[in-house]
């Protein structure tokens, strides 16, 4: 039977009785938990961190079946190690990563970070966190990770902030909503762990419909959190989702959505929804944190790249876009070139022939094929690669964009497809190139959430390209900046944060507000910075090329769940197959 606080609070949504029951009955329980798990010993929170990276393991090749078969992809072939990285392998790779801080916690009362520390312009410092360990730089060779911090914060006031919700766990109790996202299996099984084990709270994941098929996934993975009584999974739909947002004993929530999502949310739908957004009169006003959309750049900076370089990029790019089929909020949708740059063309015919290459994807989620049709109607000369069978779509290439057209589609609308644009900036020198870049992603590209730059290490030991570069690094407004390493690093790391650039008002959210992933449990993060090289030996194992690829990530995934250092060998003979 439906509660009398069900009943306001259904009035507003189009929830059932039904779901309203089990909403009330886990949000009731998770209440009497909250000062439970708020009071719960580090050591305690270590060993359920254990069951869930066990528990994780144990149920991985179903769950991995399971996503692969949704999305249309071979789990025993080279793209099903595709979902076990960015889904199943990059959950355990957060709970690794927290299980570390909260070993340093239980001794010294916060985690401990690798570093060094850097000083940087604008009164900020930045601090390493990748590579963790000797395992790490196996793992993750010659990829480094590093956060940046807003203005005026000394190491001293990082130290002093670093996992609050430790040093005074009855401040942070409570009940966090976490909305999941349907596109990655792994965003709202993270989202929980961050919820948690960093801010302190216990946690209702409701999961999107597009991912209801991987509940009893999550429900084995950690089930360890469930029996304790620490989360509640339910599934639903809108009406679901506004009648949990309402609910009075949630204290706060976190969503992944779009922009659009998030105004429905705080200010509601239609004429009134936009009246309020114009007034900032919000309908929810509890504390909320959001990884939105964006319309990521990747800017390539002119210079003399070899035949081989030309080719491991074209790999590299095609990558971030053939990904998860190009529904992600990392997909690269906009390439910055130099107008002079004499292998444009060239890197533009490789780029299409990796596309050509890679066959098609079931474009699964919902509402692509209208998204692919509004972009290719209004550029009719797109390039498209691939044959597509039904329920498919090409890969589409939007080449020669022109960028004085501030307000054009493709810089303003992120196509959640598997389609990118390009364009041309003019510039005499690569670093001028560099600045003007910088600017035009700032200014001119919609959303702050990630970004990438690819550089020759030829143009890269000359000092004025250098110097623009590290300016580029400082003045770029994203959460995450890669420097030839694709920015979903960032996301994948866990020890660096993921997230929008900070400042957002609510009524121009962009691409969000809060960062997770944070495995330092850090305060007042402005952003993350990858690094890697400009051509990796051997290529990434997640490279669309990588014909071995599901079996190196399928042998790094067990070094991660147990194996260790055993798997070493047998992970490094797969990786260097040929």
Known sequence: MTSERGSRILAASTATTSDVGEVDRALDELALAAPLWAQLAVAEKIRLLDRLIEDTAAVAAEWNAAACDAKGLDAAGPSGGEELLSGISS???????????????????????????HHHARDRISIGVLPTSLLDRVLYTG????????????????????????????????????????????????????K???????VLLKSNPVNDYLVPFWRRAMAGLIDAG???????????????????????????GS???????????GPEGARRKADDDPVVSKPLSCELGNVSPVVIVPGEWTPKELRYQAAHVATMLTNNAGFNCLTPRVLVTASGWAQREDFLRELGAV?????????????????????VTRYPKARRFGAPADGELPWTLIAGVDASQRDDLVFNVEAFCSLMAETSLTADSAEEFLDQATAFCNEVVWGTLSMTILVDPRSMKRPAVAAALERAVSDLRYGSVGVNAWHAMSFLAGTTTWGAYPGHPRTDIQSGS?????????????????????????????FVTNPHGGDVLARLFAVQTGRGWAGVPGLLRAVLRK
């Open 91 to 117: 959950f355990v790779r957060v709970a690794l990563t927290l299980r570390s801080s909260l070993r340093d916690i239980a001794v010294g009362g916060r985690p401990k970070y690798p570093g060094p520390v």
């Open 143 to 194: 990829l480094e990770g590093e956060v940046w911090f807003q203005s005026g914060l000394t190491e001293a006031d990082v130290r002093a902030s670093q996992a609050l919700a430790y040093q005074d766990p009855t401040a942070h109790q409570g009940v966090s909503a976490v909305l999941g996202a349907g596109n990655v299996a792994s965003l709202g099984p993270r989202d929980v762990l961050d």
């Open 196 to 202: 948690l084990f960093v801010r302190g709270r216990v």
């Open 230 to 256: 620490f989360l509640r999974i339910v599934s639903g739909d809108a009406g679901v989702g506004s009648y949990i947002v309402h609910h009075p004993l949630v204290a706060d929530l976190h969503v992944t």
């Open 259 to 269: 922009d659009k999502t998030h105004d429905a949310i705080v200010y509601g739908t």
């Open 355 to 375: 596309l050509a290459k890679v066959p098609t994807r079931l474009a699964y989620y919902p509402g692509a094929s209208s998204r692919w049709e509004e972009f």
């Open 514 to 542: 809060g960062v997770v992933g944070n495995a330092f449990m850090f305060e007042g993060v402005e952003k993350s910075v990858v690094r890697g090289p400009f051509v990796a030996f051997p290529p990434p194992a997640w």
